[in-house]
């Protein structure tokens, strides 16, 4: 509503200025050409009065009272085509700036465009299309070729290509097998396959994106009001040299020609256009941000502080060691053990059955005991697998991993340990953040404090608090000297919400992270690549110094123009121009944020 009334008012202002236009040189008729434009700027001072009393909270007093002015002085001196002109530059530039955020946010609007609006939902043999927001958890869908995903799922069919660019960023084609998870949003390859839904949509990566983007649009940016504060010294600076030049000459069109080149545009449009473009350049990365507010922060944050599972580390538990503690061969004893948990969903079953190189031997008489393991006959023997308790009755000396013990006829035959290995760009990621200025690196753990530390040192992070509760998280970010603050938070689990919306700027790990550390976070990555955070550092560092820029610029050159206006050198419509010069410099700068680098 707001963009249709400002694009309405920039067209009120050209029809009546070509009325006034064909009043005065075409029909010779310059006092009525005058009497419509002062009307016309009469009219607009009044609704941009309202509407700063309106606004007087926010900020932007001192610069629509100085727009009211330039238009008030021109018009008391005659010079009613400067007004026009003036005119033309504060309604052309709501327009404008409209124009330039619908611009910048491109790539975070097509996520909302692609929203997937049906699904082809199979009931025994009959398929139906049915709106998305019906589909039931379980339900079994088809996805035809090129179609986008309509929940999140997972195949029962396939293999089949992804393309999950619009989600992660990610233009490359993901080859998808049977019982792989697929997101929402992402778009189906050349096969059709069915897929077994695993959330509604609601509740699936899609809408949770959407929502995102909902807050980010929403949400105003502070770097905004700041930059709606300098209005206040920049006012009083134009009153200044447009009085003196008034005294001292005893004109007052010298009044007008001053107050016309104090362009306020700089001031309204720079900060805010700047911000969008840098939530748009992060949306391409694979970052959503939510407000300009976090930009501003994240670009002045000196403590990163990390959660370990799923952040750190890639929070998938794969084989470490096959011990075998008699003469069978640590090969034998690890084909055996993912023979006999293949059918078994449990997390360490699957990672058995992905680290044998042996080829599964078939498995019969499969018994599964929730929480202890299971019991099979493989290769004509009675293999258990599970926890020691369930698999011997003899003492065994225990992994310090996570593991799992393994008995033939009885026997004991040794284990298997896991670990879950430390993602490859975490070191780079460290010395990234270092490098941008980010001195103190934290790790906050709930696990024990020697694999805690033993993770944090491999990748370069130099403080450790292990064994934390949820709680214990926001202690230690509360505990944070006021020197390492800001303080941004890294995580992607559901124990990690409190922590996220405690520290100065949180940012959730969502590729594969809980709904409720996305929507505490500030800021959400995803696509599984840590990296992306010492990315999203650059991108609002490079953002606020453009936006920092442009208000600056836009005020040195309106600053000059006026010390230049002041000795009568400028007169009030070519000083108009100038304006309107200035205005679409200082929006072209500020688009520069958009720009990856």
Known sequence: ????????????????????????????????????????????????????????????????????????????????????????????????????????????????????????????????????????????????????????????????????????????????QVGDTVMSGSINGEASVYLQADQTADNSQYQNIVRLVQQAEAQPAKFVRMADRYAVPFTLLAYVIAGLAWFFSGDPVRLAEVLVVASPCPLILAAPIALISGMSRASRNGIIVKTGTTLEKLAQVKTFAFDKTGTITQGRLVVDQVVPVTALPAEKLLQLAASTEQHSGHVLAQSLVAATTEPLLPATAVNETTAQGVAAMVDGQKVRVGKSGFVTDEAV???????????????????????????????????????????????????????????????????????????????????????????????????????????????????????????SADAVVLKDDLTRVSTARQIAHDTMRVAKQAVLIGIFICTGLMVIASFGVIPAIIGAVFQEVVDTVTILYALRARADR
């Open 1 to 176: 509503m707001q963009q249709l009334r400002q694009y309405r008012q920039f067209w009120f202002v050209i029809i009546l200025g070509a009325i006034a236009l064909w009043l005065q040189f075409v029909n010779h008729q310059a006092m009525w050409a005058q009497v419509l434009i002062t009307g016309l700027g009469l009219l607009l001072a009044i609704i941009m009065l309202i509407e700063m009393v309106r606004t007087l909270r926010s900020g932007k007093f001192g610069v629509d009272l100085l727009a009211i002015t330039a238009v008030l002085a021109t018009l008391a001196v005659g010079e009613y085509w400067a007004a026009l002109i003036v005119l033309l530059m504060l309604t052309g530039g709501d327009a404008l700036e409209d124009f330039a955020a619908s611009r910048a946010n491109s790539e975070l609007q097509e996520l909302l465009n692609n929203s997937p609006q049906t699904a082809h939902r199979v009931v025994g043999e009959r398929l139906s299309d049915v709106a998305v927001s019906l589909v039931a958890v379980g339900d079994r869908l088809l996805v035809k070729p090129g179609e986008v995903m309509p929940v999140d799922g997972t195949l029962a069919t396939g293999p089949t290509t992804v393309n999950e660019a619009s989600l992660t960023g990610e233009a490359r084609p993901i080859e998808k």
């Open 397 to 519: 000396d225990k992994s310090n991993q996570t593991a799992v013990y393994i008995s033939i006829a009885g026997i004991y035959q040794g284990y298997v340990s896991f670990n879950d290995r430390v993602r490859p760009e975490a070191r780079r990621t460290m010395a990234a953040l270092r490098a941008a200025g980010a001195n103190h690196l934290l790790m906050i753990s709930g696990d024990r404090r020697p694999i805690a530390e033993t993770i944090a040192s491999e990748v370069g992070i130099d403080q450790v608090h292990a064994d934390c509760l949820p709680a214990d998280k926001i202690k230690v970010l509360a505990e944070l000297p006021a020197e390492q603050r800001p303080v941004a938070m890294v995580g992607d689990g559901i124990n990690d919400a409190p922590s996220l919306a405690t520290a100065d700027v949180g940012i959730a790990m969502g590729a594969h992270g809980a709904t409720a550390a996305s929507e």
